[in-house]
């Protein structure tokens, strides 16, 4: 199967722009919060510490070469990657400011053989959605990244922008 036909493309110029209309808005979002760099091919290097690789369906957010997570374009992609810049900046403290806005998911492991759960084998079950489910490196990247997604872009980034006018940029 061709990349067109994966993307719902008759051509190749169509499925460019199928994708670009995905990501554009999401990169833009993200870019309005935290630096985003262009570190390669559709790579990106996000607040200088995580790696977002774009797919053609989902994303992989890491660092370096290690997944942490990878999920859809469909739900919340800004969400979750800022929430786990979040994380990287401020740790347990800013997981349970989340946990305190919203309910985790049922986080479960994934002994698939497939796909990304070879590495990420913790899912952040979203029952009202069907499949393809976030994915993590372990149980607290499946939640963050969970969360981040059941939040959205726009709670998200607001609580991200508040502490960082508090003060709590970096720790």
């Known amino acids: 199967m061709g990349i067109p036909k994966m993307l719902g493309a008759s051509s190749?110029?169509?499925a460019r722009e199928k994708w670009l209309q995905r990501v554009t808005p999401f990169l833009a979002d993200l870019r309005e919060v935290v630096d985003v760099e262009a570190a390669g091919p559709a790579r990106f290097r996000v607040d200088d510490a995580l790696i977002l690789q774009l797919g053609m369906h989902d994303f992989t957010l890491g660092v370096d070469e290690k997944p942490l997570i990878e999920t859809s374009y469909f739900v919340d992609p800004a969400g979750a990657v800022l929430a786990l810049v979040g994380w990287e900046r401020w740790g347990?403290?800013?997981l349970d400011l989340l946990r305190s806005q919203g309910t985790p998911r049922p986080i479960r492991i994934n002994d698939s053989p497939f796909g990304p759960w070879q590495i990420l084998l913790w899912v952040a079950q979203n029952s009202p959605h069907p499949g393809r489910w976030l994915v993590g490196e372990t149980p607290v990247h499946a939640e963050i990244g969970g969360l981040g997604e059941d939040l959205g872009y726009s709670v998200v980034s607001d609580i991200f922008?508040?502490?960082?006018?508090?003060?709590?940029?970096?720790?």
């Open 12 to 14: 190749e110029d169509e």
């Open 92 to 94: 347990d403290e800013w």
């Open 161 to 171: 922008r508040e502490r960082v006018a508090r003060g709590e940029g970096n720790p």
